[in-house]
């Protein structure tokens, strides 16, 4: 039984935890303890509690930050800010089971070969216009930015209309298969996006922290 990966997750069995994990982790920046607790309803004290211990468990990473931004003597003491851990992953199979290992094997093999990675990029493509099609999202933006949320992409809408993903679901796999996984990626949602309209087109454009494929307008 994956002891760690249990104990790891059995802070979110408390509702107050849960409710602020997923605030924190639903922003695309470090919140201190005041905005989550305004952000879930709850005191500032209960706040702080809960999300040391989500911090204490690997759940969440702690910054410290002035919030006003001055340096030296007066500027004040920095406050503590949270936000979702990086670099860590945890699922738990019961029983154990490492799909992972596989797609590992997997993505070596296709790497070495042409003629694989062809045709694992014709799979992307296929698998893409799968996801549009069966979805009950309307053709729209909005239908899009739906979808790429039931994929787990949390994609964001910036004021010049791109839609960044704070979160890769391969962001592993592209560890050490990152030209491979993002070819993938772009094959994919350029398939998704192309079934939505001609209002946006899939294209990589790396941002630290980011998911390496941003939808932009099509002009």
């Given at each position: 039984m994956p002891d760690d990966a249990l104990d790891r997750l059995a802070p979110l069995a408390d509702p107050v935890r849960r409710a602020l994990?997923?605030?924190?982790?639903?922003?695309?920046?470090?919140v201190d303890r005041d905005a989550a607790a305004l952000?879930?309803?709850i005191g500032r004290p209960l706040a702080a509690f809960h999300l040391d211990r989500l911090?204490?468990?690997?759940?969440?990473?702690?910054?410290?930050?002035?919030?006003s931004g001055r340096t030296g003597p007066g500027a004040g003491r920095p406050a503590k800010?949270?936000?979702?851990?990086?670099?860590?992953e945890t699922a738990v199979s019961l029983p154990p089971r490492r799909y992972e290992e596989v797609a590992e094997i997997l993505a070596e093999g296709v790497e070495g070969s042409t003629e694989a990675t062809t045709g694992?990029?014709?799979?992307?493509?296929r698998r893409g216009h799968e996801i549009a099609g069966t979805t009950d999202a309307p053709r729209t933006m909005d239908g899009l930015v739906a979808?790429?949320?039931e994929r787990g992409y949390e994609p964001v809408k910036g004021v010049d209309g791109t839609i960044r993903l704070r979160n890769c679901p391969f962001d592993r796999l592209a560890t050490e298969h990152r030209d491979l996984t993002c070819s993938l990626n772009l094959a994919?949602?350029?398939?998704?996006?192309?079934?939505?309209?001609d209002a946006v087109a899939a294209?990589?454009?790396?941002v630290d922290g980011w998911c390496c494929v941003a939808l932009t307008p099509a002009h």
């Open positions: 994990y997923a605030y924190v982790a639903d922003q695309s920046a470090p952000g879930v309803g911090a204490a468990a690997g759940l969440l990473d702690v910054e410290f930050h002035r919030r800010f949270y936000r979702r851990a990086r670099g860590r694992a990029l014709d799979a992307a493509g979808t790429l949320i994919m949602l350029g398939a998704v996006a192309e079934d939505f309209g294209r990589v454009d790396p």
